[in-house]
């Protein structure tokens, strides 16, 4: 019998995997340094919940050979986000500047 938790973490996999599949084919997400953090982003968040849908299917973790490139993609891709996070904002900032001026 599965969990609560079980249950959420199954159907949070699914809405990722519907929201990366929606983005990556539905929207121009390549013509913008933003767009590839997104989709980049979705697409290592998809690799994380299947880890978790292994293990709660199968109730064992994957092989390190499969956790270890995930856990590079989350790390690469949230400071990517980071990054760009920033980048917009002194970007908007500048934006804002010379529109006062």
Do not use: C, N
């Amino acid at each position: 019998m599965l969990d609560p938790s079980d249950i959420v973490l199954l159907v949070a996999a699914g809405i990722v995997l519907v929201f990366w599949l929606d983005y990556g084919l539905l929207s121009p997400w390549y013509r913008s340094p933003l767009g590839w953090v997104i989709f980049l982003y979705g697409g290592a968040m998809v690799a994380l919940l299947s880890l978790v849908v292994y293990a709660i299917v199968f109730d064992q973790r994957a092989e390190e050979w499969y956790r270890l490139p995930i856990a590079l993609a989350v790390a690469g891709s949230a400071t990517a986000k980071i990054t760009i996070l920033h980048y917009e904002r002194h970007r908007g900032r500048q934006a804002h500047t010379k529109k006062d001026s």
